[in-house]
């Protein structure tokens, strides 16, 4: 039997326009749910892992979010579908989610690297509505570096892209060390369609370094007769679009040796949950917000209402 741990209390001044679940209560989940809370039009109706000590659960149930342990089962149980169900599980309890979830009218957000949905990247794909119900953001190194592939080669005849993240170990949880296989595949299989690059690679590295390794994605690119100047422009210009929605992304480096083009990217994690070096889990769950919140609009706009308080 699924047992639900009721809400304590409402939240004061929630606007109920879109009801979503969250499936997993790791350092992604977490955030997740610290970033609903502060969002205008979503509201969270519940929290779902597997083990009932969980600290993603404690911590949403301080929040005042109805919790369990009952994973997928519980969010199958609700008394009515979900408008939103972000998973943030692994690759392969994604399948089998969206199999259960997908006879019913919800969006579902995955935010492992399954590559099963329609891939999204907000500032590559833009705010038009999906043509399916699952979306995929990719991975987060695939959140940070689509945008500076797709900007190069919309600008450049790029013949090669190379795609290095390095991440704490103390942030990669065990479904990111279950899933580095699906991570590079799936990652590279973005940057190749955001692109139109066949000529792909990509690289995932665990830093065990103490301090913890800040986030840092670098995009190394072979692109023929492009100049710093111009290169360096259509990088600002990328960065600055994705800074509008994950404000610690940051250009560190960007330099051009003859062909060889190499763009350096730190991103600092900006919130209550995750320490700063986390910026890999801050924007791939920035951007997962970010993609219901578009949702909920155009639920509003079709049902003929407002967003927000």
Request: overall charge neutral; glycine content about 8%; hydrophobic content about 45%.
């Amino acid at each position: 039997m699924t047992v639900i741990e009721e809400a304590t209390a409402p939240r004061p001044g929630a606007v109920r326009a879109v009801s979503v679940a969250v499936i997993g209560t790791g350092a992604i989940g977490q955030d997740l749910v610290s970033k609903i809370h502060q969002s205008d039009v979503l509201e969270c109706g519940l929290v779902a892992g597997r083990s009932p000590e969980s600290a993603g659960l404690r911590r949403a149930h301080r929040l005042g979010y109805a919790t369990t342990a009952g994973g997928i089962d519980a969010v199958l149980a609700a008394p009515r579908p979900f408008d939103v169900v972000f998973d943030a599980t692994n690759a392969a309890a994604h399948v089998e989610h969206w199999r259960l979830l997908q006879p019913l009218d919800t969006l579902l957000i995955d935010l492992t690297p399954s590559k099963v949905g329609q891939m999204v990247v907000p500032t590559v794909t833009g705010t038009h509505a999906p043509t399916e119900r699952n979306i995929s953001l990719i991975s987060c190194g695939g959140q940070a570096s689509t945008p500076i592939a797709h900007a190069l080669a919309g600008r450049f005849e790029v013949e090669y892209i190379e795609v290095v993240s390095t991440a704490a170990s103390t942030i990669a949880g065990r479904a990111t060390r279950l899933n580095l296989d699906e991570y590079v595949a799936t990652t590279q299989h973005a940057i190749s369609t955001f692109s139109g690059v066949r000529d792909t690679k990509v690289l995932l590295n665990i830093s065990p370094a103490v301090p913890p390794a800040t986030f840092r994605t670098t995009v190394h690119a072979v692109v023929p007769g492009a100049t710093a100047e111009a290169v360096r422009a259509v990088v600002d210009e990328a960065a600055a679009r994705v800074r509008a929605f994950a404000p610690g992304y940051q250009v560190i480096g960007c330099t051009v040796e003859g062909d060889r083009v190499v763009v350096s990217l730190e991103i600092i994690a900006k919130s209550e949950v995750l320490p700063p070096y986390a910026g890999n889990l801050d924007i791939i769950n920035s951007a997962a917000v970010m993609v219901a919140e578009q949702h909920a609009a155009r639920l509003a706009l079709a049902a003929g209402t407002k967003v927000g308080r």
